[in-house]
């Protein structure tokens, strides 16, 4: 399963392109356009082949942010939640010949949490052996002390927060290969960047009432294609 394990370079590249205050050109080297997918039944049963690479890179591309955001959150510092991304897709590959997926008994994305909240409690445990907790954040240490925790509240909220946030990003990023650049830019300059209409107007040479519309259809679009991925979620 070596292929499993990405470069540190690779991984510092990925959680780079997450992270708005670098350059747009930097990131750009580093990666190609990233991979915002809703787990599929096909993909689920291609991962149960180690030898599929190429699934198995689909899937790393779909979840590492996920994973890396849920991993910081709880408290865990960069090179330690690069090494739980890492060590939760290798579980994942061990475990994945006896994934049986049934909602009846529960979802991908729960099995998922499950292990990723493990390699987290491994992380933790490192670091305190190690004598490194000052790399753990102290509140975060607080809330993980009895790590690992089956029925801990925090994470579950943390990786909902961060899910929802993640299928906000793939319907963005689908809809953003669908639409017109200049649409694009004034819904991200209006929306997600909060600039006035008269100023988006102004940089990029449009009129005001072009901004509303575009505000309007985009966020329409975005909010049907995170119904449509919802719908697809396994």
Not at 12 to 24: D, F, N
Not at 70 to 78: N, P, S, W
Not at 138 to 166: F, G, K, N, Y
Not at 180 to 191: D, I, P, Y
Request: proline content about 3%.
């Amino acid at each position: 399963m070596f292929w499993l394990r990405l470069s540190r370079a690779e991984l510092r590249c990925k959680t780079l392109a997450g992270r708005s205050e670098y350059p747009v050109d930097e990131i750009s080297l580093c990666m190609s356009e990233s991979k915002f997918i809703p787990t599929r039944r096909s993909l689920l049963s291609r991962l149960r082949s180690w030898d599929n690479q190429d699934s198995w890179r689909e899937f790393f591309d779909t979840y590492w942010h996920l994973l890396y955001s849920v991993a910081t959150k709880a408290g865990l510092g960069d090179a330690d939640a690069q090494d739980a991304v890492q060590e939760t897709v290798i579980a994942v590959a061990r475990e994945m010949p006896g994934f049986k997926y049934d909602p009846a008994v529960g979802s991908f994305k729960g099995w998922l949490l499950q292990i990723t909240r493990r390699r987290i409690a491994d992380q933790m445990r490192k670091r305190y052996r190690s004598g490194g907790a000052s790399r753990i954040d102290p509140e975060a240490s607080a809330r993980w002390a009895d790590l690992p925790d089956p029925a801990s509240l925090d994470l579950e909220l943390i990786w909902e927060e961060q899910w929802r946030d993640h299928l906000r990003k793939a319907a963005l990023d689908k809809v953003k290969r669908r639409i017109r650049l200049e649409q694009f830019q004034m819904f991200e300059l209006a929306v997600l960047k909060g600039w006035p209409a008269r100023k988006v107007a102004e940089a990029l040479g449009v009129t005001i009432i072009q901004v509303y519309m575009a505000r309007h259809r985009v966020g329409n679009l975005v909010k049907k294609e995170v119904r449509h991925l919802e719908q697809k979620m396994i």
